[in-house]
């Protein structure tokens, strides 16, 4: 069974509830997630889906308002798009709103590779 764009809406809404579980579903055993920064040309890379669920959670834990908006997905085959808005506070009330996108590899209906890109802008000041 092949993953559809709508599959890809609910994934995005588990990631708005922070529903590890139903978003860890989506996932292969095998996959890798290339995260938006990272002292490496690809970022981070968290591999399987243990590092891959503790990289998530996380990004919830130091952003417990981390919300993904506006978006739309596209599937052609093994491979699909998504582009979002991300918005988030850090803990010292600093903000992070900027437009991304995901590129995903897919395989026998699970994501198989997630890179993740985001724009890269100056934090918004606490209160602004």
């Known amino acids: ?3 559809t764009a709508d599959d890809l809406a609910r994934l995005f809404d588990a ?22 920064g990272g002292p490496e040309v690809h970022g981070v890379r968290f591999e399987g889906t243990e590092a891959i669920a503790n990289a998530f959670s996380s990004v919830w834990k130091t952003m417990p308002d981390a919300h993904w908006a506006h978006y739309d997905h596209f599937v052609q085959g093994d491979r699909a798009v998504s582009e979002w808005t991300f918005t988030g506070t850090n803990a010292d009330g600093s903000r992070v709103e900027a437009e991304g996108c995901d590129l995903f590899t897919l395989s026998s209906g699970k994501i198989v590779r997630k890179q993740a890109f985001r724009k890269s802008r100056p934090l918004i000041a606490a209160g602004a």
């Open 1 to 3: 069974m092949a993953l």
């Open 15 to 36: 990631f708005n509830r922070h529903d590890i579980d139903a978003v860890m579903c989506y996932f292969a055993k095998n996959c890798i997630f290339n995260a938006v």
